[in-house]
Every structure is written in structure tokens, then in C-alpha cells.
């Protein structure tokens, strides 16, 4: 099994330019989470899906960030316009269910705002 | 507020030396703690949660909710335990999970 799927795996873009990253989880897995992890920190939930359902967003900037999980599968996480402080390493996670169950993560998207 | 706070950024021992990882927690109701890993150039993965009570590769982890802690221990270090380790506290059956800072282990030959 491939695990959790994310790319691109790095990204460099400019100040004010959008970016998007995907997200496939383990199949069957109805909890999705996208992570942010600064330098030296560990992981901060930006926002959880129950199936399609965003559930818990209240972590996400939401004047320049949005995601997306059509069809309860893929999600998307966009940033519009990016700035210096976004770089970061943005994870995406996937459980079967969220209630105690372990979370299985994606090797991340490293992200670099010049 | 609910936290997780991990003293220590870096932790080197001998190879064979016994280790402990401390976390300490803040949460007044019923905790769900997990211990996760990473090793190098691979991704984040579980190594043991509180309510499994069970040893994997050698590490336990003992919730004590007086202490509000849930340190993680090996009595043997080996060099492969060389790794990034963040602790984790659940609440709300597990809807909710936050992440400490992590503590590098660096285990010397």
C-alpha cells in the first residue's frame, strides 16, 4: 500500500503568487487532516475533514487559505496569495476514523516563499 | 488551554545508556497521549499510544495523570532509535490533537 500521497513534495514560489498541494489518503480512511509544521515545531492542525465535511477549520487563515475534499477522497489545499511567512512544511494525514485512532501521515510539501 | 510542552529540543546518549524522552501535558478531563516518530527521511508515524499499553521497539510510555506526563522511555539505547520524537494529546474522543515540539534523540556509537 502507498500510504498517504501528497505533491508536490517541494515547492518555491514568490511572494503573492498562489499555490496549491494535493492530498490522496489511505483509501478507506474518512478523517483528513492538513498539518503545518514551522521549523523546530511539531505538527498544528489547519483543518479535518469527516468525509467531505470540514469539521474543524477553526485553525485555518481563512482570508488567504481554502481547502477542498470533493467526493470525500482527494483533498486540496490552496493558498492565494502566499506570503513569507508561509513557508513551512504542510502535511496531510488520513485515520480511519478520528476517535482515538492513529493518524497516518504523508511525507509533506515543503514550501519555500521567496 | 490544552498543551504539550517537550523540554527538550535535543537528547544524546550512548548507545546502550537508558532514555527518557519527557512530556508533560495540560488538560483537566481524560487524555488520550500517543508518542509518534520520525527517522530520517522517512514520514511521521505512530510508536505507541497510552491506552495499547504495549512496548514497541523497546520504548514504553507510562500516563501519569498526578504528574499530567506520559514520558517515554528504553532502557537500552540502540543507534537506530536516532530520530525526531513528538508527543501528541487527544481530547474529545479524539477530535481533537495537538502536537509538542519534539525532542531530537541522537543516540552515539
Known amino acids: 500500500e502507498a500510504g498517504v500521497v501528497q505533491s508536490p513534495r517541494y515547492k518555491i514560489i514568490e511572494k503573492k503568487q498562489p499555490v496549491a498541494f494535493w492530498c490522496n489518503p489511505i483509501s478507506g480512511h474518512n478523517t483528513l487532516y492538513w498539518y503545518l509544521q514551522n521549523l523546530g515545531q511539531g505538527p498544528e492542525l489547519l483543518i479535518r475533514?469527516?468525509?467531505?465535511?470540514?469539521?474543524?477549520d477553526s485553525q485555518l487563515p481563512k482570508d488567504r487559505f481554502s481547502a477542498e475534499r470533493l467526493k470525500g477522497v482527494d483533498s486540496t489545499l490552496k493558498i492565494q496569495p502566499a506570503e513569507l511567512g508561509d513557508s513551512a512544511v504542510y502535511l496531510c494525514?488520513?485515520?480511519?476514523?478520528?476517535?482515538?485512532?492513529?493518524?497516518?501521515f504523508g511525507p509533506g510539501t515543503r514550501l519555500t516563499v521567496l | 488551554a490544552q498543551r504539550v510542552t517537550q523540554p527538550e529540543k535535543l537528547l544524546s546518549v550512548f548507545k546502550g545508556a537508558p532514555v527518557e524522552l519527557k512530556c508533560n501535558y495540560s488538560?483537566?478531563?481524560?487524555?488520550?497521549l500517543f508518542w509518534y516518530v520520525q527517522y530520517s527521511r522517512q514520514r511521521l508515524q505512530l510508536l505507541l499510544r497510552?491506552?495499547s499499553r504495549e512496548s514497541i521497539k523497546g520504548f514504553t510510555a507510562d500516563l501519569n495523570k498526578g504528574e499530567t506526563s506520559f514520558h517515554l522511555k528504553k532502557p537500552f539505547a540502540q543507534e537506530e532509535d536516532s530520530a525526531m520524537y513528538y508527543c501528541a494529546l487527544s481530547w474529545s474522543g479524539g477530535f481533537k490533537t495537538i502536537f509538542g515540539a519534539g525532542t531530537r534523540l541522537f543516540v552515539k556509537a
Open positions: 497510552h491506552i
Open positions: 488538560y483537566s478531563g481524560s487524555p488520550e
Open positions: 475533514y469527516e468525509n467531505e465535511e470540514a469539521v474543524d
Open positions: 494525514a488520513s485515520s480511519l476514523v478520528a476517535r482515538g485512532n492513529e493518524q497516518f
